[in-house]
């Protein structure tokens, strides 16, 4: 190897021995670099050039046609100067149109996931802050109503105190100087059990007289989060003073016209002393 030349690259052509054959005997020459262009026949396509057995120098194949034109270009006495760079296999274009394509597309998919979240975020929060707003409304509108209900203290001698008659809510019988209130619909309760009731439910517990309907208080919040307020139950009183069951109403089921209607609905009672009750209200 004679190091007085400087630096030079072997332009061999492909074909007869294997590619580090090749690499080899031209780094055994001092060149400092090898370029290998394709067969005759093969345009401007290369393959993939595997020489695992030449290490230590720097090999890159050509296209037939790129290789017989600096053939051509160094036996006309031209100096061809060549510049070796490390690049895609995939060429320069695609590393920045994938670049470019890959930066839009996550800033495309994180500004839509970002704002999804916020929109949810905003609209859970609003829906929230109008159903506590609508709940506060109701729960006011309620003790309203219960302020405007008849309270009586029972005497002895009273109907309530001498027959069966008994709270539905608590499943005691009414003595002798129990706060009762009464209800729109003249059913009568134990004053300190059904405040918290119609708080919560605004009913009654036996037919489901609505008191703020009967009693004409305003109730304009009450279709919007008629979704989200607890379900209405029914009360079935045992005779013999067994437990109180609450049992959801399934709307969707009741196909007749009058059974929305709670005023109109027809009841029926295990416990022979609500059914008295019941039929002096209608009468």
Known sequence: RNSSYPPWIALVKRGNCTFSEKINAAKDHGAAAVVVYNMD?????????????????????????????????????VDVMM???????????????WLHFLSISFFIV??????????????????????????????SEAKKAIARLEVRTLKRGDEETTSDSMCAVCIESYKAGDVVTVLTCDHIFHKTCIEPWLLERRTCPMCKCDILKALGVEDDVKDNISTSSPPEVTVITVAGGDALYEVPLNTSMNTDPMGTDPERQEHRYDNRAFEGDSEAARG
């Open 110 to 139: 994180t500004a839509a996931s970002f704002s999804y979240f916020v929109f949810i975020s905003a609209s859970r929060l609003y829906n929230l802050s109008s159903l506590r707003r609508s709940q506060k409304k109701l729960k």
């Open 83 to 97: 510049i070796i760079d490390a690049g895609n296999p995939h060429g320069p274009w695609l590393d920045t149109y």
């Open 41 to 77: 026949g093969s345009g401007n396509d290369t393959t993939h050039m595997a020489h695992p057995e030449a290490e230590g120098i720097v090999a890159i194949m050509i296209g037939n046609f790129k290789g017989m034109e600096i053939v051509k270009m160094v036996n006309n006495g």
